[in-house]
């Protein structure tokens, strides 16, 4: 469908210099597009709001609901959208319910600003998009698990400063990404509890004299808490999506490091995985080339999160309290950072499914100098300070002899080692964590369905016809104006 | 005391050419001092742990314990530290050991690493570390409270843009402060949390062939749990410390921003605040200067915060997995990153506490301009839509009239507005984390006391005498080499 | 025109994984847009050098520079595009000349593989990309200089630490910000230099057994010279991009101050320039905002600036010698940099010209504090010393009078103060630079047009017809294989 | 010596909160041990300036110069030294000399402030601090040259993607680090080129209201030529130096990647160089270890120069014009990239030269696939195209042959392959920096020599005795005031 040229909300009768306008909105609009569906749910729930108060009538609420529910079925089948001359989503929505509701468009704007709107957006729209990311690195975790668990006693050497070091297992390499995965998550889970909370109201960034119930909005909209302070709302913008990227940073680090020890594992001179073809890139010069490029690229989305983490934090700080147009150059990077990991995650599920140990090369790489604190300990079982016996062996290295991987691997008996993994733990975590997920997919799923349908249970929305209560009287009544 | 040449644990005949001795200790060893503590306390644990599965004779580990219980005594009377020419905290206290208690030091290296040695103690360190971090975070948290309660309702324009938006009070500005740190302590806490893990056991990467018990370690140390995988262990050195430093960078954030704005509310153009004399600097050509020196920095260590984090996450990322040498390089970052959060807690607390708001100043910036919004809502109350009723006050600015801010305040009665500030929620919260801080230290205070002084409530250290238990048979006996 | 589905010129009869896909293309082929003329004008230079050596038959040769042509025309018409689902541009180009020409097309990637191609598509890019942006510079650079010039003895405060400092002139500001950017220019030249270097003729990284003539090549392409070591040329990805982009970050920094700067001196409270209405958006909620929108995107903008520079940077360090498909992303980000200085200077230009100082705001902000220093200076005329008389000034501060600061501008005489300012030196250096730059756009047309058309001065392409030269025997006739 | 405790130079007569204190001056003063040499030079022609212009008398001004020399002297002897307490460098030298001189030093400070004190000291530090590094830089280049020149021909495999890729040697691997060394210092160039711009007389920012000689001062410092503009010599700060920082961080790139291929091709799988045991570290667990800690600690700082890079461009940007105190935060890292750099440099001539290739390695690593690109050319000379060629080899790969990579070697002819290396280029290019360096050294050493005997030829210093030109007049006698 078709929406005529957008008027700006602000417009005073003067033109802004074109030069000026493309450079302010850049490609903002295209990040714009994400925010349609939660720009209909806040101004919903903000609507409902004014109605409760008494700021607007429940006629003219359901009004407005009804187009709001017609911009998000548009919008799905891909007929609302916003476009490079668009102001931003907020004024395209504003416009397009004037010019089909007529002076209910015009009252919906009462008591916010686009500043809390965007905020109020921005929660609705993480709060959704942190769930794929969190199953996508779940699916990580699960390929993760189910390596772990079948070469948990598959010897491969194991390296520290990139040399040969000590024996380990195939089980233990790939249960310590495992952990840290499952770690990020609980950071990540903080980061998204501290999001969970609801801006609108804060306005431009000092709230409105008018009696909004913040409470009730916050409630329809599902929000853990009404985020309090006016200005506070207002300088979180960027802090919350950074401490979200912060945490997704921790899990690049795992990627990153997952994806270096990939390619340094599938070189000709190591060799210790095959992999399928479906993973490789070839050369457009020479015939022989099997790429990970895939992997490559995974090891450069860990600097490319850096960097989005850099832009988001460097542009917030030393800002001055208040919105700030800069916080603009905060979206972007945030909603990349995100689609990044889950991206990322993806591969890595993919990758990790097709890695296949060539046993006999990792064999050959467990060299009797990887047994070589071993014989310490066997010095030192013998009565032989440690410190002595390490010396001992030090000066025979020549004498080390061929240790069957296999046989020694069975006494990495302790914690945390081959032979007490304990992935149960971790495929336990893995299991909860998923039906927390669907859990809160269903609830969000509620949320939405009770806001556009208008049936949202437990907390009505106004009823219509007239407002059942008295509107404030004018302020301008006041005597000391 | 003085202690000889120390010798490198790994030393095997030959010299390290003393400019890479060089460029590989640089000032490392300065921070090392901070972790000789943490290292006389890991140490203490890892020898109960060698004697309760019967590697370590009870007389060793008390002989041991009598050792590094002194070099704790002489560390903290300055008498025990960590010097230029020194490899590391781990070598030097081994060492110190050996020459004083001779076989007995040699065995305490006994399963186990530096490389899991530095991470208990980085661990150990933290946990401390972070006390005064949350306490001084905590005391400018009381100053902001205090400046929100005094001056709840106290006008004062509110900007957005930088411009004069709407109306606001100096108890909103302090108070959305107040809340940001409140909240930012929450993602400390989940840092924190991560870094409750015991690493002891893990070893060079890959754990041992011995028998440890972790467990039993874990609790000596009072850790919240073992971190399970060992190889996971070591991937972590620097990853916990930098969610620990991001979550600072939160801190950092905030701060940053209180100090734009006092820089500018501090202006003669704005001067909105008097400020102590004994917080300003002056010049040495301009005899009228009053700088806030202290406040510039406090902006400026934001950005240093941001190249602390970018440092260490930028060092980690793309390592390979198991220890690497590039670690050494997140030491100094972290430990810095601590003291500067604090440090610019301290500086927060008394800038807030000694800010003189000069209500005339700020009264008279109240200009009418700051109401124009309220203007459009007393037309909107007169049935007015907001959108028509904004052009109508858009395109009759110069008619805004006089509003005395005092009167207008009392209409901001939304939650989160002067009216509605809840400023008790705040409050309650630093009391609880009061609470929660003191019974912390008391708790860490109490595991220090028990392993220096060897008695260690509930979990008894290993009785004195021989081993009780039968020690492992040497792994030389299998059939298998 | 439609070109039919893009073959893999490493087809090997196996899929890639389409998730695999996706992930290493990502947006990378918009920016491959960008390349095709370079790719093109190198495709034509790499083939003549075929044909030079006897690699490539004369009339070949002429069937691939017909169809290289067409795809340029093609291009400037919006015909030939890079679009999702292709690899890259090199790709769609080679299968464009294979589908139209048959075998010739088969034939161009004799001798080259796309890592250099992309080489020296981006070094043939880059030289094009960065005269818009001198260009936009040098208008930024006008602008600074006329305001400089009309108001160089306009008094106005001078500013240390935020707090007024001793009197300053318009033109001073104005004229600082313009030589600062005169300065960064002469940075840019460098690392311009530094890019103009044929790399072709690198291959995948390590040359090709075949007796290329990378100097004919380079002379065609109108290069500097060769980029000598062919492994050298392929590390100098992104390296020789990130050098351009950090004297762009240099420009970045101006461009951040000035804004900050601008927004200090257009608030309420300072009020020291009046701004266009072109340059100003306005509030959705409060009819009387006037925001600065744009100048603080640019504040924002140097951020993102050191974000792309982080990015690149982060990127490349630490990998291993070779083409790495790492080296992608710091495609986005350079292409991005180049542009966000280009638009970034348009601004400033258009923001500078469009400033009017109030000159009574900044006369009235020229208060007796700002000439304590000279009250200080008229004590040493009369023989006190500095330090005694600053002493004297500085307890007596409300003794201090008004004074006219026009009349004590004009003491102000010293090189580099409102009395000699030299801004002719600039207006010089500005003029030359606009003749060189006007040069130099006027010889890479002529390269381009040389190339295209067939008719390259000087430098020969090769004859139509067989060549000319003995193709060298095939390796395999040699008795060493 | 012993120097009374410092007063500050602003003293007003009352006393700063000492945790302010603490908090502003931080580790700063160790740094500002650098520059008491510099601050020297910067006070003598300062001075002399001051009597050029008849501002000192001749004999004050050789009083002065007594007392300067002298503090040179004792700093050389380690006596003169900035400790935790004092302000600053300045501060301590200004409280020394009046001390020592009484009214004299009292005098020194006319016409300048600590600003641009500051300024003339870091860029007389800097032009002295980069010639270590130039020559640290080109020892690296040597010892690159040197082992590309020996083994040229030795061939080595290509990688790309860390997947065998072509046929390369020991040559161009070296030379191709050589050439992007020698590159680097060319941007290093035009950075050192920018710093050498005289600041003095830009005082607190905004110049002065006495007729200095900036030119003449300039000269005696021997500088290019005076920084024209008072403001932007402020603004400049921190930003000369971060471009110092910028061109180093390109040499840091190149280390990076060098430490990256080393750790790699010293695996034991790789094994393609012996490496000396004086570069080797232990482990303290494991008897047979070896490791490169030094080339894992230059990789690592690597990442620590992008971190400086980040700190100092983070501080300055954003920052209003004008002296802030916020400068400070970019000398530590400033300083510390300086040393970073010379000491990897010298790390890096060291670990080249004692790098041993294991010929028959590299040769076994020569697999066939390294060969499949040159079985294609052998096709493409019997007149196939490439890209059939290429499809025929990728299809029969298990047929290609084993190569004698040596005799192969020989065929690769063309410009920057082994065949055609051109390492007399760069050793000319070495040859000639290290006679400029030289030189520079000697101008340097004179100019120094000039200042502090007071024979400075050419340029004289002022005559003792009573300045013969006449004092301005008191601008208190003007009208206006």
Redesign the interface.
């Known amino acids: 469908m078709t929406v005529s040229a957008p008027t700006?909300?602000?417009?005073?009768?003067?033109?802004?210099?074109p030069?000026?306008e493309?450079?302010?909105i850049g490609d903002d609009t295209v990040y714009d597009n994400r925010l349609i569906l939660p720009d209909v749910l806040g101004s919903i729930a903000h609507a409902a709001g004014l109605a409760k108060v008494g700021?607007l009538d429940g006629d003219v609420f359901w009004k407005l609901h009804g187009g709001l529910a017609q911009i998000a079925d548009l919008a799905e089948d891909g007929e609302f959208s916003i476009e490079p001359g668009d102001e931003d989503v907020?004024?395209k929505i504003?416009n397009w319910l004037?010019q089909q509701l007529g002076?209910a468009?015009?009252?919906?704007?009462?008591?916010?600003?686009?500043?809390d709107?965007v905020l109020v957006d921005l929660r609705l729209y993480t709060r959704e998009a942190v769930l794929p990311v969190y199953g996508a690195v779940l699916e990580a975790c699960d390929a993760l698990l189910q390596m772990a668990t079948e070469y948990r006693m598959l010897p491969m050497p194991?390296?520290?400063?990139?040399?040969?070091?000590?024996?380990?297992s195939v089980g233990?390499?790939a249960?310590?990404?495992?952990?840290?995965l499952l770690?990020d998550l609980?950071?990540l889970?903080?980061?998204v509890?501290?999001n969970d909370q609801n801006p609108l109201?804060?306005?431009?960034?000092?709230?409105?004299?008018?009696?909004?119930?913040?409470?009730y909005v916050s409630d329809l909209l599902g929000f853990g808490k009404?985020?309090?302070?006016?200005?506070?709302?207002?300088?979180?913008r960027g802090?919350f999506e950074?401490?979200i990227v912060?945490a997704l940073?921790?899990v690049?680090?795992?990627f990153?490091?997952l994806?270096?020890?990939i390619?340094?594992f599938t070189?000709?001179?190591?060799n210790f995985f095959s992999i399928d073809?479906?993973?490789?890139?070839?050369?457009?010069?020479?015939?022989?080339?099997?790429?990970?490029?895939?992997v490559?690229?995974l090891?450069?989305?860990?600097?490319?999160m850096?960097?989005?983490?850099?832009?988001m934090?460097?542009?917030?700080?030393?800002?001055?309290?208040?919105?700030?147009?800069?916080f603009?150059?905060t979206k972007r990077?945030f909603m990349e950072a995100l689609d990044l990991i889950e991206?990322?995650a993806?591969?890595v599920a993919?990758t990790v499914s097709r890695l296949v140990p060539n046993e006999n090369k990792m064999a050959e790489?467990c060299?009797p100098?990887l047994f070589?604190?071993?014989?310490?300990?066997?010095l030192?079982?013998?009565g032989v300070?440690?410190?002595?016996a390490?010396?001992q062996?030090?000066?025979s290295?020549d004498t080390?002899?061929n240790?069957?991987p296999e046989?020694?691997l069975v006494?990495?008996?302790?914690?945390?080692?081959s032979g007490d993994?304990?992935l149960g733990?971790s495929s336990d975590k893995i299991a909860h964590r998923k039906e927390v997920l669907a859990k809160r997919a269903a609830e969000l799923d509620a949320i939405k369905t009770g806001l556009l349908t208008g049936s949202a249970a437990g907390l009505p929305l106004p009823s219509p016809g007239p407002t059942n209560g008295s509107?404030?009287?004018?302020?301008?009544d006041?005597s000391?104006?």
């Not at 917030?316 to 800069?326: F, T, V």
């Open positions: 700006k909300l602000w417009d005073k009768g003067y033109e802004l210099d030069r000026i493309k450079f302010e700021l907020h004024t504003e004037t002076e468009g015009k009252r919906i704007h009462t008591g916010r600003s686009r500043n709107q194991g390296y520290t400063h990139m040399q040969r070091a000590m024996l380990s233990v390499w249960g310590a990404y495992l952990e840290a770690d609980d950071l889970d903080a980061a509890k501290l109201g804060s306005a431009a960034s000092y709230g409105v004299a008018l009696p909004l119930d913040r409470q009404v985020q309090n302070n006016v200005l506070y709302a207002q300088n979180a802090k950074v401490a912060q940073t921790q690049a680090l795992g990153s490091k994806a270096q020890d390619m340094l070189t000709s001179e190591y073809d479906s993973l490789l890139t070839g050369s457009s010069i020479m015939p022989q080339k099997r790429n990970l490029g895939a490559e690229l090891r450069a989305k860990g600097q490319v850096l960097s989005y983490q850099q832009q934090l460097g542009v917030l700080i030393g800002l001055p309290a208040g919105y700030n147009m800069d603009q150059e990077p991206n990322s993806a591969v993919l790489a060299s100098e070589a604190t071993d014989a310490a300990y066997d030192v079982l013998q300070p440690f410190r002595d390490y010396k062996v030090a000066l290295l080390l002899e240790i069957d046989a020694h006494k990495h008996t302790h914690q945390g080692t993994l304990r733990v509107l404030p009287q004018p302020a301008g006041a000391d104006r």
